[in-house]
């Protein structure tokens, strides 16, 4: 059966890319492309991923076929480039007919050059970057798409970007927020949360104390994916932002002590948050979390909300001395990024990955806030994007990977 292929599926002009060889082996097929690139496709991959009209898309999440409608191990009768330059493949145990889109399937190619080269890769980052910080103006990205797209670029690669020139009134944030996703119920502090020093000092952030570098809400399973932190007036001096990349300073354990890594990346840390009888939230999570690939994606780490650990006896004493150093990695200088927010500035940033913390201050009048709109947002909106600006490779990107090191 021929399908029309809806945008999703044809995620490039297929005239860019031509099969000029076919190979039916017993398992699968190899296939050849103009530009001498070669794939294999196993058998049972491409009846699974059939998209006809009769076996459906899991694109739109209607997809008729199910993995028991499928021999173990399919085999076809024959496989033919047809005459729209598509692999059209008849299939031995029924007859039914997949035609595969060059272009989708070039897209899909699953060798490991290919495999690699659709991950994006985080950049990581230390101190230096706070000579070159990653910066956008708030006019233009809310106005251009090129702009939008180099907003979300940086907030990909680096988990972090300072928006600037936004108007210093309370709730702006609001508008830097919708640049990324829509602000939401992803936190326990409501949608906007004034940092400020008063008498509501539930918080470290409500002090005029300095603040270590950590993530927020560890102790949820789900924690905030994308904060927002913006200045509505800095103190007149000191109260500086600080920000870690989480990736780089996991980097630096994994080469310095790749036992404590595999201790804090292969065990839970226990974390909690309590307040009288109203609030009891806990979470066992690990402080830092790898990818498919055991690349470093991300870190959980909030000294204040950590809980007595439970661990297996033997693992206490090295776990200690494992936390303890990457602790000491995120209050080192060098992997700090410090940075006096102005009046109308704000940074987002990746609350799985970027720490932040702040340094103390005497200000009264101090007025910072915070939301936070979620990581899946943002991810959608930047293939949404790059679909629409026709960055084809963009648009299909893994995203959330973590860095080869
Ligand atoms: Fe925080």
Redesign the pocket.
């Known amino acids: 059966m021929k399908a029309e292929v809806s945008a999703y599926l044809r995620p490039a002009a297929s005239g860019e890319c031509r099969i000029v060889d076919l190979d039916l082996l017993a398992d699968g097929v190899r296939v050849s492309w103009n530009d001498g690139h070669a794939s294999f496709f196993h058998h049972v991959w491409l009846r699974d991923c059939c998209y006809c009209e009769a076996c459906g898309d899991s694109y739109s999440s209607k997809r008729f076929f199910v993995p028991g409608d499928m021999p173990l191990e399919p085999t076809a009768r024959e496989a033919v480039i047809d005459g729209d330059g598509a692999l059209a493949i008849t299939w031995e145990a029924d007859g039914h007919r997949s035609r595969f889109d060059p272009a989708w399937l070039r897209q899909h190619c699953y060798d490991e050059r290919s495999r690699q080269a659709r991950r994006a890769r985080p950049t990581p980052w230390d101190a230096a970057l706070e000579a070159d910080l990653p910066r956008v103006e708030l006019a233009s990205a809310s106005r251009g798409d090129a702009a939008r797209m180099d907003l979300y670029r940086k907030l990909r690669d680096f988990g972090l970007v300072v928006v600037h020139g936004a108007p210093a009134r309370p709730g702006f944030i609001r508008d830097v927020a919708a640049l990324v996703g829509e602000m939401g119920a992803d936190t326990s502090y409501g949608e906007i949360f004034d940092l400020t020093p008063s008498s509501r000092v539930r918080t470290m952030?409500n002090t005029f104390r300095p603040?270590p570098p950590?993530t927020?809400e560890a102790f949820r399973y789900t924690p905030p994916g994308l904060n927002i932190l913006g200045c509505v007036r800095p103190a007149k001096k000191a109260g500086e932002s600080v920000f870690v990349d989480g990736i780089q300073a996991a980097t630096l354990l994994r080469r310095s002590d790749p036992d404590a890594f595999s201790l804090l990346s292969g065990h839970a840390h226990s974390y909690h948050r309590r307040h009288d009888d109203a609030i009891d939230q806990q979470a066992r999570m690990p402080i830092l979390s790898l990818d498919d690939e055991g690349c470093i994606s991300g870190i959980r780490l909030h000294t204040r909300a950590s809980a007595p650990l439970d661990l297996p006896p033997d693992l206490v004493p090295p776990y200690y001395a494992a936390y303890r150093q990457i602790c000491e990695l995120v209050m080192a200088r060098t992997n700090q990024v410090h940075l006096v927010l102005q009046a109308g500035e704000a940074v987002i940033f990746d609350n799985h990955r970027v720490l932040?913390g702040r340094g103390g201050f005497e200000d009264s009048a101090r007025f910072l806030q915070l939301c936070n709109v979620s990581r899946e947002g943002f991810h959608e909106r930047l293939r949404l994007l790059a679909l629409r600006l026709g960055l084809h490779t963009e648009a299909h990107q893994v995203l959330g990977g973590g860095v080869v090191t």
């Open positions: 952030g603040v950590h927020d932040h």
